[in-house]
């Protein structure tokens, strides 16, 4: 069973300076339950995989499944939420109200919206916000908020791209932790997108180093950390040697330029 | 943030400086372009002119070149506090004709302006073709326009407010029109991608994405086109026949060459004008610190 299955999937753009290859025979699967970190320099197509993942891109060759289907039906069976890096709060909506989003545009009933928000803000540790606005919360607590907005709907799938790039580091290791708590209490599959390798060692069960032109994975990094991991983890020397794993494996994809 | 604010009379005392210079610069205008008549008219009767004699009359001739202040005032005052609100000498009844068309004019011009927009944002062939008619309406100049439209419609058996509003719309629709194609096109990809995300629907992200993103843009465009819209009006008001409103006004003054009722007529508009434009910054500003989007 597999949530998604990538088969030498590729992605050129046509621009004016000629192809630009995102993605070049990108093959992967992913598990239920598993969180899997895209990790790569600029340009390595870490992002472009994850929106097609998302069917805000399409692939022009390879197959690509999402729970079985085209990402297209994926994507209309709602089986994800998408977290950006800016939180993207609509600033005349309470946080309860931008959680309500979805829901709304989604044909949730009232009572069901206002059950699903209050588990959500939970989740997210946000109780007692709902009905503040944005400009009124922290830059950690808005995003927090775009991910109870992200899981309103119970997709499967959670699909982060660098959610937590724009915070400071002290803020990111909170956030860090709470995810890893969010993740294991909702057992969602998780495809999180980051610039930074402590980040990603400490939050996935797989890691896929990526490198650019043309975009593609040089290494698959299954890690070895049990499922409970508390922050101190980072340092055990099974963490910094895994982190060692994730910086050669970038070394390697730059050796080619 | 935010500056700090001066104090009141650091506000107010600029502008009363300005508007003295302007006064002292009008009321030395007014001498100086009315004295030729009245050295005339001295010489006439064989007069021995005075420079106290020479100011004083220049400031107070029953149909000066140039009115001074004083007496435009006074024409002003006459007109909105001196006459029965029914009289055909009130200026707040000829304004009240002008208000009315101009509001009627900025709303037909406002909601064509908003229907084009989303026409545009959302339909790639009006997105081609509206565009260029929009500006060339525009290039026309609507002091040929406006008679037109009067003439063709009373022809038709239309007089009164909506040939008027017709012309008002005309100049005021088009602000809207640029704004709001704009203002509809601001939300950033970020934002479209969630809502594809959510597979919305087209309309879905209209209502709860453009069009509340493009207030801003809406309210900037809004204060221009109700200031086109007087003008258009009062414009729509100046051809022959017309016998009410303020642009009316203005033309019977300049018939009978009353200066004083000219002036008066056109302080008159101006007010007006100033007065809407600020009623709508301060929906503005109400709606978007309610929305969270004041700047």
Redo the contacts between chains.
Sequence with gaps: MTVIEACDVSLTFQTADGPVHALKDVSLTIAPGDFVSFIGPSGCGKTTFLRTIAALETPTGGTLAVNGMTPEAARKARAYGYVFQAPGLYPWRTIAGNISLPLEIMGFSRSDRAQRIARVLDLVDLTGFGSKYPWQLSGGMQQRASIARALAFDADILLMDEPFGALDEIVRDRLNEALLDLWKKTGKTIGFVTHSIPEAVYLSTRIVVMSPRPGRITRVIDSPLPRDRPLEIRDTPEFIALAQQVREGLREGHSYD | MTEASPTLAGRIMPVLTVLLAIVVIWYLAAVWMNAPWVRDQAARADAVLTTDDLVRQTLTLERPVLPAPHQVAAGLWDGITGQAITSKRSLVWHGWITLSATLAGFAIGTAAGILLAVGIVHNRAMDQSVMPWAVASQTVPILAIAPMVIVVMASAGVTGLLPKAIIAAWLSFFPVLVGMVKGLRTPDA??L????????SGS?RFW??RL?NSLPYLFASLKVAIAAALVGTIVGELPAGATAGLGARLLSGSYYGQTVQIWAALFAAAILAAALVMLIGWIESLTLR????AR
């Design positions: 970020m934002q991608d969630l809502m594809h995300s959510w597979n919305a879905q709860h994405l509340p309610r929305m969270g989007l």
